[in-house]
């Protein structure tokens, strides 16, 4: 059986991917994102890998064509940021999803599993456990909610014009792992959030919003029933949790580590609601209010027909999914793809570097090498964050998935660089770099021909070509390095690795130029739009 996972690299991918290495039904797998991850790193070295960008429909007839001879589809890509990009969400969650059942349907593929959610359930203040039957008009207030019930108007649509095709819809509840913790961070907490420090203290007092209930599932039980229901050609709907509830005292005696004595602190939500619009409004919390109204109000859920049709039973509590996900925080841990990337950049690093410090030889001219690798690290600062600001910029293009993977490329290779001159026992400068990080964001104030705040079609021109110039540096670079690999202790293929990654991120940026110089300057071509 062949399955075909989009949206392949997340927090559910990742995990979707895990589990069906492990299924003698499956015999290959095929995976699907917009950004591809690292394909040598577990587990999506198990996969054969199409990139494709689902928000538009001229993506159908391509995809169509990667579905060829797949058993079944099982579509989980979904963005959850930016919050503040709403016609980006709705194309990919809403409008990808009826391109992802056509392409399907062209393809002659007659099954998929599609993600749902909880969040489509309406308003429920019972703790009874409701099943598939229950309203599905989501949580006012809740773009996410609101999302979640149009894409599956969309799949009942979808089916009532394919009547051959047989479609299941899983609800899950809260997803949680280990390897999720740096990504659920930046998503909901934010990157500054100090959960670090969950690693040295668990706080006595946990402030809990208050009657919060709610479900959540470890992403490998759910994993599991995606699986189950590909291979069985399930139909229907299926609310997919954990056992036990997650209500104030529950989250407090995970949160604190203290199974008897943690303290709750409710707050009550409608103080809080405001507070964390605010927040959000403000740029310092990237959850919105209407997760709250999410968390407060859904309903509590059955999974009774999972468990009956699928055979599918949950081997973790919420709790311990929960416990997973506060650990994995703690530690900023995550997997080899751009979604699931650690908070560190020295969790990242590729390739690994021996652990021992290696000091140059006397052949070799070491202050003069130093002041050289200093120089490439106050580039690779500067670039760094130019690349994560045009990701930020540009996430609604079609060149975003460009952009996106280089900037984890150049993230990564920056961590690199840092062991690499560490390990030569050199102290790593921050003038150099500061003035690096200036120099970038002085670059930023110029014009282009739009006012501040506005965006250039110019501006996307310009910054892929400082790029461009700054990866054909860095290529360089990584040359000579390569040339004193024994000097450096570091065996040479070390080196033409990172060469032939900086000649494919420069073909990936000569892309995002070929496209932004073709519209930038014309009056009838739009550049932030897929359009001719």
Known sequence: MRIAVIGATGNVGTAVLRHLSTRPEVDSVLGIARR???????????AQWQRADIQYP???????????GCDAVIHLAWLIQPNTQRSVLRRVNVNGTRH?????????????????????????????????????????????????????????EFLAEHPDFTLARLRPGLVFQRAAGSEIQRYFAGQMAPVQLLQLLRPPVVPVPGGIRTQAVHADDLAAAYAQAAILG??????????????????????????????KLPLPGAALRPLI???????????DEGWLDMGLHVPVMDSSRAKKELQWAPAYSGAQALEELVEGMAAGVGAASVPLRPRNLDESERPELPGAEHEIGEEVDALLLRQYMADHLAGATAGTNRIKRMAADYVDTPVFPEISEVA??????????????????????????TIAWMGERVGRLKPNGRLPGGRSPSTLVVEAEMMITAVTGKLHGWKVMRDHADAL??????????????ENQREQLESVHEYARHRAFRKDRRTFEKTR
């Open 36 to 46: 591809l991850p690292d394909t040598d790193a577990a587990p999506y070295a198990e």
């Open 58 to 68: 001229e993506v159908v007839p391509d995809l169509a064509k990667a579905l060829s």
């Open 100 to 156: 992802v059942l056509d392409a399907a349907a062209q393809a002659g593929v007659r099954h998929a599993v599609v993600a749902s959610s909880v969040g489509v359930y309406s308003p429920a203040e019972d703790d009874v456990a409701h099943d598939e039957q229950w309203p599905t008009e989501g949580i006012p207030g809740s773009h996410y909610s609101e999302d979640k019930v149009a894409q599956e108007r969309v799949m009942d």
């Open 234 to 263: 399930a139909e229907g709907a299926f609310n997919i949790c954990a056992d036990d509830l997650l209500d104030g005292d529950a989250i407090t005696k995970v949160v604190s580590g203290d199974k008897t004595s943690g303290l």
């Open 277 to 287: 619009k605010a927040a959000h409004r403000a740029r310092i919390l990237p959850t």
């Open 408 to 433: 984890e490329a150049i993230r990564r290779e920056r961590g690199f660089l840092v062991k690499l001159i560490q390990r030569q026992g050199f102290p790593t400068s921050p003038a150099s770099t």
């Open 489 to 502: 202790g570091v065996d040479p293929q070390v080196f033409e690795g990172l060469i032939l990654d900086a």
